[in-house]
């Protein structure tokens, strides 16, 4: 394709619609066996867009292969019996319900990070942190495995770097000046072979920690710190808006696909503070 950025500037794929060949690709992953753990988490009142991202992920989320659903919840009693492929399973952990919702997102990167030392890394080879109040529209295959994968954030996709919302404040450990960064990412999508994934979760929860002795916080919680981190340590791989899409935002030429995208909801009522 000519008319998006296939490759970074550090010769990372971006991944679009037409970029790649899904039974060329699904053939190269397939005989690899891999399990594929897949974080959600679920407290408060976003229990409510479980069922449907469960439901989604079953129709289009890496059909055909291993998928291990870990799903991070207050409410371990009310994961509903969802219909899973052959293959495919579910594993709901109790997480205390923080007061705050930054709290939830501060959090997290703590609870992947003991987890993954407790299970996943004896349990699978790949692992993508996703957000749960999102669905899947198409087909999200293997295409999106790699060993450090990131999603550009659809909103800031034609934006300058100086206009990302990264943490300006040179206080935070999250920290990024004016004249660097390439892409701004979103913290509903990250994945990729597990070790990386578990060096960046302890990176950013490190960085987290100090922040909070210093009592700053970042500018989008975890996120600002995810993007801090991706700065440093490129990603192998990047998709597209396709794969991060906001059902909020206007469709524009270059998508051709919506796969993965945001649920339409009011952030004031779901989000407790």
Known sequence: RRDVLTVTPWMAPIVWDGT?????IDSIYKPLNATIATTVFAVGKYMRFLKGFLESAEKHYLVGFRVHYYVFTDQPGEVLKVSLAPGRNLTAIQVPKFDRWQEISLRRMEIIRKTIEKQIRREAQYIYCLDVDMHFQNRVGAEVLGELVAAVHAWFYYSHRDQFPYERRPASTAYVPFNQGNFYYQAAVFGGLVDNVYRLVKTCQ????????????????EESHL????????????LSSEYMWDDQKQRVNEVRVIRFSTVRKNLAEVRDN
């Open 20 to 24: 790649f060949d899904p039974l060329i």
């Open 206 to 221: 490190e960085n987290l920690l100090v922040d909070k002795r210093n009592n700053i916080e970042a500018a989008w919680q």
């Open 227 to 238: 993007n801090k981190y991706l700065i440093r340590n490129k990603p192998t791989k990047l």
